[in-house]
């Protein structure tokens, strides 16, 4: 042992080996095989809510055409899809009552609601996170092999 302590979460996040392996492993480094079978097509569960179910239709083909949803991301998934759903009911229970709630005796409140908006918040940015879905993560997680898109005002 080196003697350094590693604290988890720190650093960059590893490239998926598949990731590696279409860029050309531009490391050299000796490759782990992924031993996870990406998914090609999975239907939402069918306990999701509809709003939850919806947003599962939008991003699980795109995750699947990445290759990059395996069985074992399915959880992951289907947490984030229910926080989006959560999210969407506790901002409309917002947008209808407001910010701050009237209590017994006239006092004025902060809306539970929003402590449940920002929790889910944080529940998507953590779980889309691991998905790839944030502009950072997509970077991380996104196969090789696709063109490379000219800049628009370079020409200009």
Known sequence: MSGKATVPG???????AAVKVATGNPGKRKLVKDTLTPITGVDPPPHLSAIA?????????????????CGTDL??????????????AAQQSIDTVGILIFEDGGRMSKNPACTVVNEALKQMTMLGSLLGLDPASRQRVMTGGQEEQKDPWAEL
């Open 10 to 16: 720190r650093g960059r996040k590893p490239k998926p």
């Open 53 to 69: 179910s919806t947003m599962w239709s939008s991003v699980a083909p795109t995750l699947c055409a990445q290759r990059v949803l």
């Open 75 to 88: 959880h992951n998934l289907e947490g984030f899809c229910t926080a989006y759903a959560n999210y969407r």
